[in-house]
């Protein structure tokens, strides 16, 4: 199973959402150590739906495009 983990770049780009896991059927919105579950979730071998998950870096402030625009695609 893969991990989320962000490089030292990464980690300074606060207000910034990331893409972890691309999926078309269904997109799981998540924040802080819940985002392992979600990804756990997303790569399970017994899933039926391919699930995108997007991760929030911080919530305020929200990075509005990059997390609604997935919501839009899978519409769910």
């Known amino acids: 199973m ?3 983990r962000y490089s030292g770049d990464e980690a300074a780009k606060l207000g910034k959402t990331q893409v972890v896991c ?3 059927d269904l ?3 998540t ?3 819940q985002a392992q579950l979600a990804l756990s979730v ?3 071998p017994s899933r039926r739906a391919s699930i995108e998950v997007v991760e929030l870096q911080t919530i305020s402030p929200l990075d509005k495009a990059t997390s609604l625009n997935p919501l839009r695609d899978t519409r769910r």
């Open 27 to 29: 997109t799981i919105l």
């Open 31 to 33: 924040h802080g150590a």
């Open 42 to 44: 997303a790569e399970s």
């Open 22 to 24: 691309t999926g078309r």
């Open 2 to 4: 893969r991990s989320v």
